[in-house]
């Protein structure tokens, strides 16, 4: 795939990639000492107060739009992978693809089908069979030999 990075993104990158290194806290940590040295040389007056708390505070600032694009980046980047996982697979459900577009109360009620596949899991014999939610419960009553129907949660 060929990379074109705008300013911006070339920028993001290199900027939590140096603020996230060991010489960026060395000298965020170097800045803290020689402010705290420098107190009785301007008597530990209101300017030189403000002088840390005002540049601490514009640099968490930027950091923290940093932080969410890398982070907004991340995110989308494993939710494609995972989407990929899913969609290639034969034995998965792709209503799982793209799931974090639903809302709350839906993740939830999704939440639900899996405490129930859990539940379902705990009485099988071979930790290596696997079901999709649709097949989990009607797979459960095969297997234990009950002729009685088990009812599956209810579709998402």
């Given at each position: 795939?060929?990379?074109?990075?705008?300013?911006?993104?070339?920028?993001?990158?290199?900027?939590?990639?140096?603020?996230?290194?060991?010489?960026?806290f060395?000298?965020?940590?170097?800045?803290?000492?020689?402010?705290?040295i420098?107190?009785?040389?301007?008597?530990?007056?209101?300017?030189?107060?403000?002088?840390?708390n005002?540049?601490?505070?514009?640099v968490?600032?930027?950091?923290?739009?940093?932080?969410?694009?890398?982070?907004?980046?991340d995110s989308?980047?494993?939710?494609l992978k995972?989407?990929?996982?899913?969609?290639?697979?034969?034995?998965?459900?792709?209503?799982?693809?793209?799931?974090?577009?639903?809302?709350?109360?839906?993740?939830?009620h999704?939440?639900?089908?899996?405490?129930?596949?859990?539940?379902?899991?705990?009485?099988?014999?071979?930790?290596?069979?696997?079901?999709?939610?649709?097949?989990a419960?009607?797979?459960?009553?095969?297997?234990?030999?009950?002729?009685?129907?088990?009812?599956?949660?209810?579709?998402?």
């Amino acid at each position: 795939m060929k990379k074109k990075n705008n300013l911006f993104e070339r920028f993001s990158n290199w900027a939590t990639a140096a603020t996230g290194s060991p010489a960026a806290f060395i000298v965020a940590m170097a800045t803290v000492i020689i402010w705290a040295i420098t107190g009785p040389l301007f008597h530990y007056s209101e300017t030189w107060q403000r002088v840390i708390n005002t540049g601490t505070t514009i640099v968490t600032f930027l950091m923290v739009f940093l932080i969410q694009k890398s982070q907004n980046k991340d995110s989308k980047a494993i939710h494609l992978k995972l989407n990929e996982l899913l969609a290639s697979h034969e034995g998965t459900s792709n209503r799982m693809v793209n799931i974090e577009d639903l809302t709350e109360e839906e993740l939830d009620h999704l939440y639900k089908f899996y405490i129930q596949l859990s539940d379902l899991a705990e009485k099988e014999d071979d930790l290596t069979r696997t079901h999709s939610i649709d097949a989990a419960a009607e797979n459960q009553k095969r297997k234990s030999g009950n002729r009685k129907p088990v009812k599956p949660a209810k579709d998402v």
